[in-house]
């Protein structure tokens, strides 16, 4: 079970990734249909992730 939730959760990371690579602040107010804005880290950065992970109990 443990593994499962490893697993699931370095996906999450290597989609928020793969999204936030292609934004630049200039972008940073259009966002994907399907996704939404999130605010975390130490330096409360922004990332665009699929709005689908709002329903798994990692996120």
Do not use: D
Request: glycine letters at 6%; a negative charge.
């Amino acid at each position: 079970m443990e593994q499962m939730r490893q697993q699931m959760e370095q996906q999450i990371l290597q989609e928020v990734q793969q999204q936030v690579k292609w934004m630049h602040k200039e972008e940073a107010a259009a966002v994907p249909r399907g996704c939404v804005t999130v605010y975390g880290g130490e330096g409360m950065r922004k990332f665009v992730i699929s709005a689908e992970y709002l329903s798994t109990p990692n996120f």
